[in-house]
């Protein structure tokens, strides 16, 4: 059971990383990096929002819902 719960964890945090990755980008007004979570389907930005804190906390990295207007 343990290993289960820890290959799970393993693939969450995985998951994130490919996301953030595949999503970060310098916003030219701020020039500040966001991870930029897609707009629909919103569950990608609540599946991850526990790591977001922890990103945010570690990396000063910013995240944004959607493209900047």
């Known amino acids: ?6 290959i799970l964890i393993g693939v ?10 595949a999503n970060t980008q310098v916003w030219d007004q701020d020039g500040h990096t966001y991870v930029i979570f897609p707009k629909s389907p919103i569950a990608f930005y609540y599946a991850y929002r526990s790591l977001t804190h922890v990103d ?14």
């Not at 969450?12 to 990755?21: N, Q, W």
């Not at 000063?60 to 493209?67: C, D, L, N, S, T």
């Open 12 to 21: 969450h945090v995985l998951g994130y990383v490919v996301l953030r990755i």
């Open 56 to 69: 945010g906390a570690l990396t000063v990295m910013r995240f944004h819902i959607g493209p900047h207007q």
């Open 1 to 6: 059971m343990r290993i289960i719960l820890t």
